[in-house]
């Protein structure tokens, strides 16, 4: 039994790491859309240097309540990964009304990753 769920496991480590190479492109349509990707650094760096943003965590309640960055406020979106997001339907905010008002002001989205 182990050597079987061994092998079970090794094909699929395989066939992930594989599939790396053929995964669809899914960030180039959204940043076409005028979605900008950065890194934890960027925003840290943005932040520390007092850039005015509003910081929202996309992830379930659950999550939010357990740990968010300081200041963030909970907008959780549809759980999709991004990879299955068709840019014609994008992940559904499930309240929207407590994005700001101000619609000039810079919104930074987090979750937990891409998959």
């Excluded at 760096?45 to 379930?60: E, I, K, S, W």
Aim: proline content about 10%; overall charge positive; charged content about 25%.
């Amino acid at each position: 039994m182990i050597p079987l769920v061994t092998a079970a496991v090794a094909t699929a480590l395989a066939l992930l790491a594989g599939g790396e190479a053929i995964r669809p492109d899914w960030r180039t349509p959204l940043e076409r859309a005028g979605i900008r990707f950065i890194s934890a650094r960027e925003l840290h760096a943005m932040m520390t240097n007092g850039v005015p943003l509003t910081l929202v965590d996309a992830r379930d309640e659950v999550h939010y309540r357990r740990e968010h960055l300081p200041g963030a406020i909970s907008i959780p979106a549809e759980d999709l990964p991004l990879r299955f997001i068709d840019i014609r339907r994008p992940k559904r905010l499930l309240h929207p009304e407590r994005l700001p008002a101000d619609r000039a002001r810079l919104v930074v989205f987090y979750c937990g990753g891409p998959n």
